[in-house]
């Protein structure tokens, strides 16, 4: 591990003005970044120890909703009553993420900003564009089984890894932040993750040294809540293909999958063909799929878990 300062923080402006020393990342749980920090793919110069700022509560919005602080850990809100009930598959999708030692741990903000699980990213002996931008895609004739088959590119065809973010961007979550000079702004969930495009490097629309502070959840819309997970084994791995399904009496619904892209993937006018079952709705969802032999079959796992997904709601 490379040599760092540190020093803690106790209030969001007090952590904009740290994030303007070089090399400066913030820190929280760190479930990911100290991994990535010993194998120095992460090699920050300065930590800022954000756990003493008072973004750890969730409260009611005034038209109904729920702001999420930053550092709301994913076992809390998972257990939070008003979230059980009002938006299940977000407290679905967080318990099937990682470990419950994981989730003690794990904060909203950071879950958000866990970066990608690709092996060819964690092998520092192995070009990545995202380690080392224009070093080129190992991944990319590589061995792919849990890569990407949707928004590729030429430099990347990593999968994001978060659970919560997935059944986030069904549920049209909004991400409020504040940037090194005070200035706040909120971001959709849908504009958050970036396509990996030419960049594969800039995995968000955050501005460096920008703060997460809260997540916000619109007001209830009711329905069947499903979060759905496809993984290798029963506990403690990455989705190879995920499906969030919120699933009106009428049959419409919202539907955001995971594990197919570089980003939470929805396609709202997928989800126009709910009524009709699985099979349009997957065609219009997977629309310009590009998959290897060794991931093709993710087109028809979506296909598939997308049909369990609405037997068990219209049941």
Known sequence: MKAFTYERVRSPAEAAAAARKPGAKFIAGGTNLLDLMKLQIETPRHLIDVNGLALDKIDKTPDGGLRIGALVRNTDLAADKRVRRDYA?????????????LRNKAT??????????????????????????????????????SHAVLGTSEACIATHPSDMAVAMRALDAEVETVKPDGAVRTIPIA????LPGATPHLETALAPGELITAVTLPKPIGGVHIYQKVRDRASYAFALVSVAAIVQRDGSGRLAVGGVAHKPWRVEAAEAQLRRGAKPTADLLLSGAKTTPDNAYKLTLVERTLGAVLAQARA
């Open 89 to 101: 598959v977000l407290s679905r999708a967080l318990l099937a993420g990682a470990s419950g030692q």
């Open 108 to 145: 909203t903000a950071g879950n958000l900003l866990q970066r990608t699980r690709c092996p060819y990213f964690y092998d520092t002996n192995m070009p990545c564009n995202k380690r080392m931008p224009g070093a080129g895609c190992s991944a990319i004739g590589g061995f792919t089984r």
């Open 191 to 194: 504009d958050f993750h970036r």
